[in-house]
C-alpha cells in the first residue's frame, strides 16, 4: 500500500498563484505516474496534471500555460505550481500514484482545497 501526505493549497485571489506538493511512500513500482486530480463541487474528479517517471507530463486543457507539475524521482516527490489561478480552479485537488496500467496504488485522501477568489 502506498500511503502520500500532501500539503499546500489554501485560499488566493484570482491571479494568484499556490503549489501543491506530494509525497508518496510504500512500495511503488517503476514506471509510474504521479499527478493531482481535483473534483468542484458539483463535478466529477478529474485529471489537473500529471508526471511520468520517464519524465513526460500531462495538464487539462484548462491548466496548460499555468501550471507546472514537477518530480522527484529519488524522494518520490511531485509539485503542482500553479499561477494565473481563476474561480474556477476550485476544487479539492489530490495527489495519487499509478503504475504502467493506470491502476491507483493509493487510497484517495481528504485532499487539499483550493479556492480562488474573484
Known amino acids: 500500500q502506498v500511503q502520500l501526505v500532501e500539503s499546500g493549497g489554501g485560499l488566493v485571489q484570482a491571479g494568484g498563484s499556490l503549489r501543491l506538493s506530494c509525497t508518496a511512500s510504500?512500495?511503488?513500482?517503476?514506471?509510474?505516474?504521479m499527478g493531482w486530480y481535483r473534483q468542484a463541487p458539483g463535478k466529477q474528479r478529474e485529471l489537473a496534471a500529471a508526471a511520468i517517471s520517464s519524465g513526460s507530463t500531462r495538464y487539462a486543457d484548462s491548466a496548460k500555460g499555468r501550471f507546472t507539475i514537477s518530480r522527484d524521482n529519488a524522494n518520490n516527490t511531485v509539485s503542482l505550481q500553479m499561477n494565473s489561478l481563476k474561480p474556477e480552479d476550485t476544487a479539492v485537488y489530490y495527489c495519487n500514484v499509478w503504475d504502467k496500467t493506470g491502476s491507483f496504488l493509493a487510497s484517495w485522501g481528504q485532499g487539499t482545497q483550493v479556492t480562488v477568489s474573484s
Open positions: 510504500g512500495s511503488i513500482p517503476s514506471p509510474n505516474g
